[in-house]
T-cell receptor, first 116, second 111 residues
């Protein structure tokens, strides 16, 4: 089944304790992105990647790191989490091919992170 | 830079129509529409490109006014399954990697 998977789905942690949220897609997609969703603010892009070893900042990259060493994986790293990073996080991927089909983005199920 | 969506919320009866608007202060290359049901991930609905190309659902249509930097999503003869929060996203430039989403429009369809 074609899908984007994220782990963990729920995480409660303490301020300053490094964590990684994994994201993997099995559709051979070029583009991958991370978003955070907060009430009243919509979806805000954290980072995106257009291919292996190519990443770029989205609109809210502060406090986050990413890496794209393999096409299928795009982990989100919080080196020193703070309470303001408590949020619902979504990973997404899309083909990136020429043509309209390349723009269809597929979202993972989400990771609900609480930082105390 | 975040696109502005209106209305913020709308309540409909089954069978009624709705229009959700998305406007940007920046020149747009593309507009993307997604729907998110409660507790689920967003799901792709439509993509509209500058120049007129578009791809999306059979029962949901959208328009893209490049001059006004606006897009509208048209939901006709609404069904209960249309309930959810609708987001528009705007793409900048040729790479389209950076998508900026609006805050969403919550649509509730009642029987």
């Amino acid at each position: 089944e074609a899908q984007v998977t994220q782990n963990p789905r729920y995480l409660i942690t303490v301020t300053g304790k490094k964590l990684t949220v994994t994201c993997s897609q099995n559709m051979n997609h070029e583009y991958m992105s991370w978003y955070r969703q907060d009430p009243g603010l919509g979806l805000r892009q954290i980072y995106y990647s257009m291919n292996v070893e190519v990443t770029d900042k989205g609109d809210v990259p502060e406090g986050y790191k990413v890496s794209r060493k393999e096409k299928r994986n795009f982990p989100l790293i919080l080196e020193s989490p703070s309470p303001n990073q408590t949020s619902l996080y979504f990973c997404a991927s899309r083909p990136g091919l020429a043509g309209l089909t390349g723009y269809e983005q597929y979202f993972g199920p989400g990771t609900r992170l609480t930082v105390t | 830079q975040q696109p502005v969506q209106s209305p913020q919320a709308v309540i409909l009866r089954e069978g009624e129509d709705a229009v959700i608007n998305c406007s940007s202060s920046k020149a747009l290359y593309s507009v993307h529409w997604y729907r998110q049901k409660h507790g689920e991930a967003p799901v792709f609905l439509m993509i509209l490109l500058k120049g007129g190309e578009q791809k999306g659902h059979d029962k949901i249509s959208a328009s893209f006014n490049e001059k006004k930097q606006q897009s509208s999503l048209y939901l006709t003869a609404s069904q209960l399954s249309y309930s959810g929060t609708y987001f528009c996203g705007t793409g900048k430039g040729g790479s389209q990697g950076n998508l900026i989403f609006g805050k969403g429009t919550k649509l509730s369809v009642k029987p």
